[in-house]
C-alpha cells in the first residue's frame, strides 16, 4: 500500500535518489534514426508547444477512453470477485484514476523549459540522451513528482479502499498497469521515450516503496557498510528480478493462475515488478533495522492478491525462496553477516 514519505535532505537519501532516478531511465534500443533526425525530433517534442500538443491529444482523445477500457480489463481479470463493485463504485475508481494522469501529465508539461534548454545546447555529434533524461528527470523532479502525485495516490488508493471489499485494492497497479500499455501503444516512439519514466514512475510508487528506502537510509553514513550493501545491490534489482523470473518460469512451465501462464506476457510484467516490490522491502527492512515492514505489510498484501488469484502458497514461498537464494549469491562476501538474518526473517515471515 502506498504511504506517505517526507525526503529529507542527507548524503546518504541523495545518493539513494540518484539510483531511484536510474531506474527510469528509457529504453532507446528500438530507435532506428540518426542523431541528427532524432535531436530534431526531441527537441520540437520537449517544447513547451510540443508538450502542449502531446498532453491536449492524451487528455481529449485517450484518457477517458483509455481508464475506462483499463477499468474493463482490470474487472475482468479479477472477475473471481463477484458483485464487489456497482456502477458508481466502478465509476469512481475510474474518475480517481483520470484525475492521477491529469496531474502526471500537467507535470509532465511544466518540466519543458530544463530539457529544451539542455537539447539547444547540445551540438548534432555530442548527443548524450543520458543527460537530457537526468535534465528530464532527475533528482529534484522525482522529488517533486513525488510530492505532486502523493495527494491523488492516496485518494485514489482510499477510492479503492471504500469499496465493499478490500480485496478490492489489488484493482489499483493492474487498472494502472493496462492504462499505462494503452497510452504507450497510442502515442509517437520520441513521446515515449519522454513519458515512459513519468509512466513507469506511476505504477511503482504505488507497489514498491523505493521512495521510503531512499528515506531509510536517512539513519545511515555513506559508506557505512550497511549503506553500501544497499548501494550496491539496488543498480542491479531489475536484473536480479529477470533472473529470478526465468528460473520461476523454467520451474513452474505449466503453473497457471487466474491471471494466465507465468510465461504470458503480462504476468511476465506483474512479476517482475513483485520481484522488484519484494527486493524494495527486503532494502527497507536492513535499512530501517526491522522485519515490520515485511511481516506487517509484504505478507498480508500477498495473503490478499495471491490466494484470490488461486496461486499456491507453496509456490510463493519457493518463489521468495529463489529470490532470497539469488540475492545472497550476488552479494560481496563482506556483507553477507548483515544481510543474512534479513535473508532468514523474510523466508520465515512466509512460513505458513
Same mark, same amino acid.
Given at each position: 500500500?502506498f504511504?506517505?514519505?517526507?525526503?529529507?535532505t542527507? #548524503?546518504s /537519501?541523495?545518493?539513494?535518489l540518484?539510483?531511484?532516478?536510474?531506474?527510469?531511465? #528509457?529504453? +532507446?534500443?528500438?530507435?532506428?534514426i540518426?542523431p541528427?533526425?532524432l535531436?530534431?525530433?526531441?527537441?520540437?517534442?520537449v517544447?513547451?508547444?510540443g508538450?502542449?500538443?502531446?498532453?491536449a491529444?492524451l487528455?481529449?482523445n485517450?484518457?477517458?477512453i483509455?481508464?475506462?477500457?483499463?477499468?474493463l480489463?482490470? =474487472?475482468?481479470?479479477?472477475n473471481y470477485?463477484?458483485?464487489?463493485?456497482?456502477?458508481?463504485?466502478?465509476?469512481?475508481i475510474?474518475?480517481s484514476?483520470?484525475?492521477?494522469?491529469? /496531474?502526471?501529465?500537467?507535470?509532465y508539461?511544466?518540466?519543458a523549459y530544463s530539457t529544451?534548454?539542455?537539447?539547444?545546447?547540445?551540438?548534432?555529434?555530442?548527443?548524450?540522451?543520458?543527460?537530457?533524461? &537526468?535534465?528530464e528527470?532527475g533528482?529534484?523532479a522525482? =522529488?517533486?513528482?513525488?510530492?505532486t502525485?502523493?495527494?491523488?495516490l492516496?485518494a485514489f488508493q482510499?477510492?479503492h479502499?471504500?469499496?465493499?471489499?478490500?480485496?478490492?485494492?489489488?484493482f489499483?497497479?493492474t487498472?494502472?498497469?493496462?492504462?499505462n =500499455?494503452? @497510452?504507450?501503444?497510442? &502515442?509517437t516512439?520520441i513521446?515515449?521515450i519522454l +513519458?515512459?519514466?513519468?509512466?513507469?514512475? &506511476?505504477?511503482?510508487?504505488v507497489?514498491?516503496?523505493?521512495?521510503?528506502?531512499?528515506v531509510?537510509?536517512?539513519k545511515?553514513? /555513506?559508506?557505512?557498510?550497511?549503506?553500501t550493501?544497499v548501494?550496491?545491490?539496488?543498480?542491479i534489482?531489475e536484473?536480479i528480478?529477470?533472473?529470478?523470473?526465468h =528460473?520461476?518460469?523454467?520451474?513452474? #512451465?505449466?503453473?497457471?493462475s487466474?491471471s494466465?501462464?507465468?510465461s504470458? #506476457?503480462? /504476468?511476465?510484467?506483474s512479476? @517482475?515488478?513483485?520481484l522488484n516490490?519484494?527486493?524494495?522491502?527486503l532494502?527497507?527492512c536492513?535499512l530501517?533495522?526491522s522485519?515490520?515492514?515485511?511481516?506487517?505489510?509484504?505478507?498480508?498484501l500477498?495473503?490478499m492478491v495471491?490466494e484470490?488469484?488461486?496461486?499456491?502458497w507453496?509456490?510463493?514461498q519457493?518463489?521468495?525462496? &529463489?529470490l532470497?537464494?539469488?540475492?545472497?549469491?550476488?552479494?560481496?562476501?563482506?556483507y553477507?553477516?548483515i544481510l543474512l538474518?534479513?535473508?532468514?526473517?523474510?523466508?520465515q515471515?512466509?512460513d505458513?
Amino acid at each position: 500500500m502506498f504511504k506517505t514519505t517526507q525526503i529529507v535532505t542527507t #548524503p546518504s /537519501v541523495e545518493g539513494l535518489l540518484r539510483l531511484w532516478v536510474r531506474r527510469y531511465i #528509457p529504453d +532507446l534500443s528500438s530507435l532506428s534514426i540518426s542523431p541528427e533526425i532524432l535531436i530534431a525530433s526531441l527537441t520540437e517534442t520537449v517544447s513547451p508547444e510540443g508538450r502542449a500538443q502531446t498532453v491536449a491529444r492524451l487528455k481529449n482523445n485517450l484518457l477517458d477512453i483509455n481508464s475506462q477500457m483499463a477499468w474493463l480489463q482490470t =474487472k475482468s481479470l479479477h472477475n473471481y470477485i463477484p458483485n464487489v463493485l456497482d456502477f458508481n463504485e466502478a465509476k469512481h475508481i475510474t474518475d480517481s484514476a483520470l484525475t492521477v494522469y491529469k /496531474v502526471l501529465l500537467d507535470f509532465y508539461q511544466k518540466q519543458a523549459y530544463s530539457t529544451t534548454a539542455l537539447i539547444t545546447t547540445l551540438s548534432r555529434t555530442s548527443l548524450n540522451l543520458e543527460d537530457i533524461f &537526468i535534465a528530464e528527470f532527475g533528482i529534484s523532479a522525482i =522529488k517533486e513528482l513525488a510530492y505532486t502525485l502523493e495527494p491523488t495516490l492516496i485518494a485514489f488508493q482510499e477510492q479503492h479502499m471504500a469499496c465493499k471489499d478490500w480485496c478490492t485494492l489489488g484493482f489499483m497497479t493492474t487498472q494502472l498497469k493496462f492504462t499505462n =500499455k494503452l @497510452i504507450l501503444n497510442q &502515442i509517437t516512439p520520441i513521446e515515449k521515450i519522454l +513519458l515512459s519514466p513519468y509512466i513507469n514512475f &506511476i505504477e511503482e510508487q504505488v507497489a514498491i516503496p523505493w521512495q521510503r528506502v531512499c528515506v531509510a537510509s536517512a539513519k545511515h553514513d /555513506v559508506g557505512s557498510p550497511v549503506f553500501t550493501l544497499v548501494e550496491q545491490m539496488l543498480p542491479i534489482a531489475e536484473d536480479i528480478a529477470h533472473t529470478v523470473y526465468h =528460473k520461476l518460469v523454467e520451474l513452474f #512451465p505449466n503453473h497457471c493462475s487466474r491471471s494466465g501462464l507465468l510465461s504470458t #506476457p503480462t /504476468v511476465a510484467q506483474s512479476s @517482475i515488478r513483485d520481484l522488484n516490490m519484494f527486493q524494495a522491502y527486503l532494502w527497507l527492512c536492513v535499512l530501517e533495522e526491522s522485519l515490520i515492514p515485511v511481516e506487517q505489510e509484504l505478507v498480508g498484501l500477498c495473503v490478499m492478491v495471491m490466494e484470490k488469484l488461486e496461486v499456491k502458497w507453496k509456490i510463493l514461498q519457493q518463489w521468495n525462496q &529463489i529470490l532470497m537464494d539469488e540475492i545472497i549469491y550476488r552479494v560481496n562476501p563482506e556483507y553477507k553477516e548483515i544481510l543474512l538474518p534479513y535473508i532468514e526473517g523474510m523466508i520465515q515471515a512466509f512460513d505458513r
